[in-house]
């Protein structure tokens, strides 16, 4: 079996149907800079993680495929698919052996016919995609973990009401709005409750 390359980190890719709901099939391509190593050119795949399809350009064909589409020969359609997965603007029908792609979302949509994989080559797509997906997360958690330990940790903050007697009114010099005041012929003794007796003052005629 000849080993198939990882996807890039920079690979764009999305899944699909797109929106909310749960993914049936992930979709995404190779870029024409990996064709200029020979290593296939632009292809768009697409996968539900038991069966492949995919584009099966040549250099030859691409560049017809690009003049159809009025695309000059200098033009990535890895940047339009890239803006087209962005834009949820992805759209996949399956058709027994056969499938369909389409690229909107842009001044022009985009139509590719995909066709299946054999069972051989698409185990290996298969086991590249998986292998590089697993490298694009254990990526992105080394990036979070070094900027979480990078990042200026928060001083804590005391948690659960604070219990304090309020400061005394400056202007006054006496207690601040927060301590209740004593009603007239309110006891000393017990807050709350009248006094019994009335107050009254010191008689000094029977001196």
């Known amino acids: 079996m000849v080993p198939v390359p990882l996807p890039s980190l920079s690979t764009p890719l999305c899944t699909l149907p797109p929106g909310p709901g749960p993914a049936r099939f992930v979709c995404y391509c190779e870029g024409e800079e990996i064709g200029a190593k020979g290593q296939g050119g632009f292809n768009l795949y697409v996968t539900d993680a038991a069966e492949f399809w995919s584009t099966r350009f040549t250099p030859d064909s691409l560049a017809a495929l690009k003049a159809q589409f009025g695309l000059s020969a ?10 087209a997965c962005e834009q949820q603007a992805v759209t996949f029908t399956l058709q027994e052996d056969r499938a369909s792609l389409t690229l909107s979302g842009g001044p022009l949509a985009l139509d590719f016919d995909l066709s299946k994989v054999p069972g051989p080559e698409a185990a290996s797509k298969l086991q590249a995609l998986t292998l590089g997906l697993a490298e694009r997360v254990c990526s992105l958690e080394r990036r979070l973990t070094e900027e979480t330990a990078a990042s200026p940790r928060k001083s804590p903050r005391l948690v659960g009401p604070q219990h304090f007697l309020p400061d005394p009114d400056p202007q006054r010099g006496g207690p601040g709005p927060g301590v209740r005041r004593r009603c007239p012929g309110e006891s000393l003794i017990n807050p709350g409750f009248k006094s019994k007796k009335p107050a009254s003052g010191v008689d000094f005629d029977d001196f």
């Open 74 to 83: 200098a033009e990535d359609i890895t940047r339009q698919f890239r803006a």
